[in-house]
């Protein structure tokens, strides 16, 4: 089977830095990738690691350690509209050498004032 | 171009009904696939395709059909609804396989009466 683990809600001050974890058990792996859901709206892409360590995108930063099955995205210098829904995503093997993506529950971020 | 296109935005159907919903995408991306997103949670893989005339079965594919006759469209099935698959529906798309970045389109929210 497959299953990935996010908290399902984290708060925070505009300003501040805020770390949303993944683990992740799955039968075959290509690679973690991490969406962002804006209320009444559709995922949007935010970041892929295959290799371990760090991606950094602007204020953004992924981490992926594979041998620990674990990985966060960590978001700097919040702003109210970072207020979200974080999901993280698993791209596992798929028919034909291509791979499928299996997402994880989703991690509600509510920044404040 | 207009990225990923979904149609109805919205639809109610009574139980047994069948419908199709339609996905379409000018960008000429070989990946196509179809999520369904329960309330407070994350996006489920309901039926995937590599290519024109290659499809494949995601997590949730009872009472779901696909099929994939051009690069361009991906309609969605389904047979006889049911309460169960009230929903909101993403179809998304990628330009190649490892997939890192799936562009969404903006939903169709189902609900069988």
């Known amino acids: 089977g497959q299953s990935l683990e996010q908290p399902s809600e984290v708060t925070a001050v505009e300003g501040a830095i805020v770390q949303i974890n993944c683990t992740y058990q799955?039968?075959?792996?290509?690679?973690l990738s991490w969406y962002q859901q804006h209320d009444g709206g559709a995922p949007t892409f935010l970041s892929y690691n295959a290799l371990d360590g760090l991606e950094e995108t602007g204020r953004f930063s992924s981490f992926l350690s594979r041998s620990d099955s674990y990985g966060y995205l960590l978001l700097q210098e919040l702003q109210m509209k970072d207020s979200a829904s974080y999901f993280c995503?698993?791209?596992?093997?798929?028919?034909?050498?291509?791979?499928?993506?299996?997402f994880g529950t989703g991690t509600r971020l509510q920044v404040f004032p | 171009n207009a990225g990923v296109t979904q149609t109805p935005k919205f639809q109610v159907l009574k139980t047994g009904q069948s419908m199709t919903l339609q996905c379409a995408q000018d960008?000429?991306?070989?990946?196509m696939s179809w999520y369904r997103q329960d309330p407070g949670m994350g996006l489920r893989l309901i039926h995937y395709s590599v290519g024109a005339g290659i499809t494949d079965q995601g997590e949730v594919p009872n009472g779901y059909n696909v099929s994939r006759s051009t690069t361009e469209d991906f309609p969605l099935r389904l047979l006889s609804a049911a309460p169960s698959q009230t929903s909101v529906y993403f179809c998304?798309?990628?330009?190649?396989?490892?997939?890192?970045?799936?562009?969404f389109g903006p939903g169709t929210r189902l609900t069988v009466l």
């Open positions: 799955t039968s075959g792996f290509y690679g």
């Open positions: 998304a798309s990628s330009p190649r396989q490892g997939n890192n970045e799936q562009f």
């Open positions: 960008m000429n991306h070989e990946y």
């Open positions: 995503a698993v791209n596992s093997p798929g028919v034909y050498n291509t791979d499928k993506l299996i």
